[in-house]
């Protein structure tokens, strides 16, 4: 393996066996004959992984994410390819795995240092500052079976972190503990990255992916579904899962759209975007609709609302300034110099009463994306100006 290559995995497959019945297990081994089903939760998979790189793990539950993280971090083998590692590897998937209840927390910070491999005398060297970092006060000479579930993690998170690995492997763990907790997590593992660590992040917030990762992979059905940069996948995640979800509802929405427009006899036959799919911060950003009135006498509004891919609203805006329309209309809505920062988004279009109470008729955009040209998180443009 090459000196500048941390990770390398090399047709990684793991299948489990799955029993019906524990006395299937027996049979098979007395009698030879197959009495499980397989599930393949990755599949002849092929990563490498720089020294120094943060890479993303992505993907629905089931997709693999964490059966490839255990293989990295060797809690679990592989049934068949090849893992190399160049470094000491440390995990923080299921914090607190190693504690012992009965243990008080200065007992668990030796033992769990001993399960690493780590002597005595090292831990003793790190202990002031897995306990300045957990922040349990006093606690930390009782039993770990009188700790909250906060505590706990807090406690298993600082040691895990002590280590001070050449990989380390993350399993949503920013996820835990009360905010505060959250943000010193996020900032003890952006200065691992700072020093040059090799680190596997899986998470679900793409927040988190977007702003640690450098590269990022998109694991569906045990296979590699998307590679590329952080940004591109997320964004093409993101769309599938919004995507899915409206498969989903598409029949419920189908039916309601029909019974809004038998009763009202208005209906939305078109929403064209110009321009699409990317438009970039900064463009006229143009939606044509086109509706049909089957009653000329039925007064109605429109309005529209836009949406994150992850359906955050940012703005509702409707025609309350205009006189009430009637019959069929080609409208025109224009957004001057659209100012949302990267990410993917779309519109509902409704078609509503005179009050905008009641729904005539509702069509959503396709999706759209605006590419990312800010290292500055967010997801609009506000003007400022900075004085100092």
Same mark, same amino acid.
């Given at each position: 393996?090459?000196?500048?290559?941390?990770?390398?995995?090399?047709?990684?497959?793991?299948?489990?066996?799955?029993?019906?019945?524990?006395?299937?297990?027996?049979?098979?081994?007395?009698?030879?004959?197959?009495?499980?089903?397989?599930?393949?939760?990755?599949?002849?998979?092929?990563?490498?992984?720089?020294?120094?790189?943060?890479?993303?793990?992505?993907g629905?539950?089931?997709?693999?994410?964490?059966?490839?993280?255990?293989?990295?971090?060797?809690?679990?083998?592989?049934?068949?390819?090849?893992?190399?590692?160049?470094?000491?590897?440390?995990?923080?998937?299921?914090?607190?795995?190693?504690?012992?209840?009965?243990?008080?927390?200065?007992?668990?910070?030796?033992?769990?240092?001993?399960? &690493?491999?780590?002597? +005595? !005398?090292e @831990?003793?060297? /790190?202990?002031?500052?897995? $306990?300045?970092? *957990?922040?349990?006060?006093?606690?930390?000479?009782?039993? &770990?079976?009188?700790? +909250? !579930?906060? @505590?706990?993690? /807090?406690?298993?998170?600082? $040691?895990?972190? *002590?280590?001070?690995?050449?990989?380390?492997?993350?399993?949503e763990?920013?996820?835990?503990?009360?905010?505060?907790?959250?943000?010193?997590?996020?900032?003890?593992i952006?200065?691992?990255?700072?020093?040059?660590?090799?680190?596997?992040?899986?998470?679900?917030?793409?927040?988190?992916?977007?702003?640690?990762?450098?590269?990022?992979?998109?694991?569906?059905?045990?296979?590699?579904?998307?590679?590329?940069?952080?940004?591109?996948?997320?964004?093409?995640?993101?769309?599938?899962?919004?995507?899915?979800?409206?498969?989903?509802?598409?029949?419920?929405?189908?039916r309601?759209?029909?019974?809004?427009?038998?009763?009202?006899?208005?209906?939305?036959?078109?929403?064209?975007?110009?321009?699409?799919?990317?438009?970039?911060?900064?463009?006229?950003?143009?939606?044509?609709?086109?509706?049909?009135?089957?009653?000329?006498?039925?007064?109605?509004?429109?309005?529209?609302?836009?949406?994150?891919?992850?359906?955050?609203?940012?703005?509702?805006?409707?025609?309350?300034?205009?006189?009430?329309?009637?019959?069929?209309?080609?409208?025109?809505l224009?957004?001057?110099?659209?100012?949302?920062?990267?990410?993917?988004?779309?519109?509902?279009?409704?078609?509503?009463?005179?009050?905008?109470?009641?729904?005539?008729?509702?069509?959503?955009?396709?999706?759209?994306?605006?590419?990312?040209?800010?290292?500055?998180?967010?997801?609009?443009?506000?003007?400022?100006?900075?004085?100092i």
């Open positions: 393996m090459s000196e500048d290559i941390a990770i390398s995995m090399k047709d990684v497959s793991k299948v489990y066996r799955l029993y019906q019945k524990p006395i299937d297990r027996l049979k098979e081994i007395f009698f030879r004959t197959r009495c499980h089903n397989e599930f393949v939760a990755l599949d002849g998979l092929n990563i490498r992984v720089k020294k120094g790189e943060t890479l993303g793990i992505i629905e539950n089931g997709a693999g994410k964490s059966t490839l993280l255990k293989i990295i971090a060797k809690t679990l083998k592989p049934t068949s390819g090849e893992v190399n590692m160049n470094g000491m590897v440390s995990s923080l998937l299921e914090l607190g795995s190693g504690f012992h209840p009965e243990f008080t927390g200065i007992d668990n910070i030796y033992f769990y240092g001993s399960l &690493l491999g780590i002597p +005595s !005398s @831990m003793k060297r /790190r202990v002031q500052e897995v $306990v300045s970092f *957990a922040e349990i006060g006093e606690h930390i000479n009782y039993p &770990l079976k009188t700790y +909250s !579930s906060g @505590m706990h993690v /807090r406690l298993a998170f600082s $040691v895990a972190m *002590a280590v001070e690995p050449d990989i380390l492997v993350v399993d763990a920013l996820s835990v503990g009360d905010l505060y907790f959250q943000k010193k997590s996020t900032d003890k952006l200065s691992v990255k700072e020093k040059g660590k090799t680190i596997l992040f899986c998470s679900h917030s793409m927040y988190y992916v977007n702003r640690l990762c450098d590269r990022v992979i998109w694991l569906k059905n045990g296979l590699i579904a998307m590679e590329g940069s952080a940004h591109e996948v997320t964004q093409a995640y993101e769309t599938y899962q919004l995507k899915k979800e409206a498969a989903k509802s598409a029949e419920t929405l189908e309601d759209e029909g019974t809004a427009s038998a009763a009202s006899s208005i209906v939305i036959r078109d929403v064209v975007l110009t321009p699409f799919p990317n438009v970039r911060s900064g463009d006229d950003l143009t939606v044509g609709m086109e509706i049909m009135s089957m009653d000329d006498s039925v007064p109605y509004r429109v309005a529209a609302v836009l949406f994150r891919i992850d359906e955050l609203r940012i703005i509702s805006i409707g025609t309350k300034d205009h006189d009430p329309l009637y019959g069929s209309r080609n409208i025109s224009c957004f001057p110099a659209l100012q949302l920062k990267e990410g993917t988004f779309f519109l509902n279009i409704l078609i509503m009463d005179e009050q905008f109470v009641h729904v005539y008729n509702k069509k959503a955009t396709s999706y759209f994306t605006v590419p990312k040209e800010s290292i500055e998180p967010g997801f609009i443009n506000i003007p400022y100006r900075w004085t």
